[in-house]
């Protein structure tokens, strides 16, 4: 690793920053899978009890595995420091109920993940705490949803499924200016991509499930910033529960080793099949922020370095016509989540059929002939070819 001042590009911090925590010779850091952790004295034992963050005292309160995964993420995002958590939700949750209380408000954004939705429009009022749903394609409509009780702003770009854009310096810039905590879901974006705090927002949370796991075969979460900000998240976090595991800790460093490699393919297959798609007759329209005709797209250049693998598309035709591609595509698989290493699609009017009322889905723009397409890292030209022999009708072989 270098001693200078320049920071390690990504590839290198995610294969190199772990072995800093390993606290063995191992090359492949072994995984801690322990509940607990022995103390030789009354005093020792009592010292860790009442630690911030200890890594050897009580699992849900940390762990070595987790400690090299936690550094790892921090790196990446370029922050102060780390915690992860059993799953992208847990992560959203911890951050935004250890940050507000009864009384408070908090402006979030019309579109979000559908799960985040629910958190703000639905659970967070049952405990007093108010959001205001904004349109985060205008950066004015922020300023205007803040009142004196405000004590959050939180965001989300690219949205979940439309691939709408927040312009993050603006967001970081309002929420300074009046005393706020900003969040934002880097999820979509990755590190690699996008780096919020960078751009001047106090934390970023994600769903590691998807490109940070990058596999498909870890649920997890992480929330990352300034140590002070953290070290009073984990007080709510290790009572809300969302503990991961030491082994889904260990998945989640794996997958890190390759996430740079991982995401230049996935972000050159998004484009590809975004172009492909936005040239077929059978396409209404298509959703991909690196589109020079996408309507944010230079705010997209302005605050990202790649425009990831996530699409969505309009069909035309209708509820059907979006179920014929899925059900005719060869390599892409119907599955809910994103990320990973193979390409998969979902119908969102149907994903989110719980989740999201039949107002809430038309306000949203969650239409029923909408696609949500997640590019792997399967070889471009076979995509292409497999997308091309769906929507004419027959399975690629
Ligand atoms: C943008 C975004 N944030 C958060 C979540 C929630 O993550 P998890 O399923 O790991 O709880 C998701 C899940 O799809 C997501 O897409």
Redesign the pocket.
Known sequence: MSTDKQPDGAQTVSVHTSRAHNATSAVSPPIWQTTTFSAETAEDFAERAIAMRPAEFYTRYGNPTHRAVEATLAALERAETAIIT???????FAAVAALVERGDHIVVQRN?????TTLFQEVLPRWGIQATAVDQTDADAFAAAITPQTKLVYV?TP??PLMQITDLRAAAELARAHNLISIC?N??ATPINQRPIELGLDLV??????YLGGHHDV???AIIGSQALIDRIWKFAIVSGATLSPFDGWLLLRGLRTLGLRVERHNLNGAALARFLSGHPKVERVYYPGLPEHPQHELARSQMQGFTGMLSIEMRGGYSAAEALIRNLRLATRA????GFETLIVHPAAMWGLQLSPEQRLRTGVSDSLVRISAGIEDEADLLADFAAALEGQKER
């Open positions: 059993g799953s992208g939700m847990g992560a959203i979000h993940y559908a799960g985040s989300e949205t979940n879901d999820t979509f949370v994600h769903s590691a499930t998807k649920t997890a979460g809910a989540s994103l990320g």
